[in-house]
């Protein structure tokens, strides 16, 4: 399978929107073939990221544009083994980011916050951040493990629900 596109959307900085694109993330890394346990680390991962674009490229302001694209790309080159690619491309139009400065707090420092950067680097197998046409794009691909996939539908049971109280 080459890049076959799931999903498209163009959506506001208002943090509102961020149940609706968990629910979709949800379905589509359960039809992807991930296993519960991925679905809710990738879902995880980019509502983190969409947070981080809210708070601090638009620093809270709900207007502004954020782009996402979902899609597949091809199993990793190089003899590792594993099945194809899950990939969210989030683009933003804050302003330009320094990616050596994007890191979480110490994980030894216990204080609420800064370890959004942490859930996404451990839940994602690549995290890659640049700058393109004036714009932040944060690439994250998750990758089919071999002996974890699991049958489409078998598990709409066994995920769990992101809402607020489950945060």
Known sequence: MGRDLFLKLELRSDPGMLCVVR???ERLTE???FAAADCRSVTRAVDEALTNIMRHAYRGKADRPIGMLCRTVPKRSGGE???EGFEVLLTDEGPAVDPSKMRGRPL????PGGLGLHFIRQSMDVVEFKRVKGKNQLRLIKYLQPGKQVETGKRREDLADFGPANR
């Open 23 to 25: 629910s979709a993330m």
């Open 108 to 111: 030894d420092e216990i204080k």
């Open 81 to 83: 083994s594993g099945g």
């Open 31 to 33: 039809e992807f073939g």
